[in-house]
């Protein structure tokens, strides 16, 4: 089974991307072979600083081989070494819809909070689906803001297949049965996100331990005291599947656990249970930093792995839409075309 996924470099990475995407990359690295590509092309459709992209690429590297990612089983590349992405998004292109990328919901959020709206970020989803498609994949494992992505790069694969000839696989999403939308800390009803949250709301796979138990004890809380989920109740909710993650306990565990507790004792324990579950990535992901030359030979690595799986792909993709191959070795030499 091929598994692929994408998560951007820039903003520093928090516990929505850890319990949305990363664990579930580290399970399912052990069902197939399993591509991760850090997507720093997508990183520059909305303001950014060219000189931070280089830091925030290696960090993210270095995480989410902290966080369990082996090397040996996974192909761990960035998305710019492959420059098969951008050649097949701008083919996708031309199987995209207008319309289609008009309703995606995270552009019209995106754009409404920036002042210049790029071309790249409204067409940012054509390059998502080439990411996914080049590669023959399967399964995408994602957190639930992604959903509407990989739909759309099912439905392109669909139309690229039907105009051109059955070439592409068409993928599915995956999602973690737990925690697939981990909320802000804070204002509850938004997700955890370092652009659209707040900043005590955010909780960083890098912050150090006392941030992190600070930021669960000043969580907000709902009117009651019962420790159990219900809609009317979001930021518990949110609380009680961030616990059962970081305990590896089923929703209901966490209930029965804090029954007629309240909601102090519970804010401070799943602190603590955050902070264990981060201890161990943070020491990793120090050391791994630190030898920047292995981080670059290992992504070197993945890259050239990269290549050779989508490179293919995107030949057939040039054939199917009717390309003419340029021909390779002394087109000029012997076999000189005669003058008219
Ligand atoms: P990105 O970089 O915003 O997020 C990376 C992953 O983290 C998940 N995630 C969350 N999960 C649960 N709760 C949250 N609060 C939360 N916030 C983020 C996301 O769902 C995602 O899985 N467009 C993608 C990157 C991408 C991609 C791809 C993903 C590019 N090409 C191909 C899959 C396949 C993005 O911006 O993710």
């Known amino acids: 089974m091929r598994i692929f996924s994408g998560i951007q470099p820039t903003g520093a990475k928090h516990l929505g991307n850890y319990i949305g995407a990363i664990r579930q990359y580290v399970a399912t690295q052990e069902q197939g072979d399993a591509f991760f590509c850090i997507v720093d092309l997508h990183s520059i459709t909305v303001e950014y600083d060219p000189s931070e992209l280089r830091e925030s690429t290696l960090s993210l590297a270095a995480l989410l081989f902290a ?59 054509v390059l998502q689906a080439a990411d996914i498609l080049l590669y023959r994949t399967d399964i995408v494992p994602i957190g639930e803001d992604q959903r509407q992505h990989v ?14 000839g059955e070439t592409l696989t068409i993928p599915k999403a995956v999602f973690p049965e737990v925690g697939a939308r981990i909320m802000d800390l804070q204002e509850p009803e938004r997700k955890m996100s370092t652009t659209g949250g707040t900043a005590q709301g955010t909780v960083l796979v890098l912050d150090p331990p006392d941030t992190i138990r600070k930021k669960f004890k000043t969580a907000v809380t709902d009117s009651g005291r019962e420790v159990v ?11 009680i599947e961030i616990m059962a993650v970081a305990r ?33 990535i943070r020491d990793a992901y120090e050391e791994l930093r630190g030898d920047e030359t292995e981080l670059q030979r290992l992504l070197a690595r993945g890259a050239e792995k990269a290549r050779k799986a989508s490179e ?8 199917r839409m009717g390309f003419v191959k340029a021909k390779t070795g002394r087109l000029f030499g012997a076999a000189r075309p005669k003058r008219l």
């Open 67 to 125: 966080a369990g990612l082996d090397p040996e089983r996974s192909t761990v590349f960035v998305q710019s070494h492959v420059p098969a992405h951008p050649e097949a998004a701008w083919l996708l292109g031309s199987v995209t819809s207008f319309g289609e990328l008009r309703r995606m919901t995270q552009f019209k959020d995106k754009a409404d909070a920036q002042e210049f709206v790029s071309a790249g970020l409204f067409s940012y989803p």
């Open 229 to 239: 989920r219900s809609p009317e109740k979001p930021g518990i909710s949110n609380l």
């Open 312 to 319: 293919p792909v995107l030949q057939e993709m040039y054939d």
């Open 151 to 164: 739909e759309l790069a099912r439905d392109v694969a669909e139309r690229f297949n039907a105009r051109f």
């Open 248 to 280: 590896a306990e089923e929703p209901e565990a966490v209930e029965a656990h804090y029954d007629g507790q309240g909601y102090g004792a519970f804010k401070v324990d799943v602190g603590e249970a955050v902070v264990e579950l981060f201890d161990p």
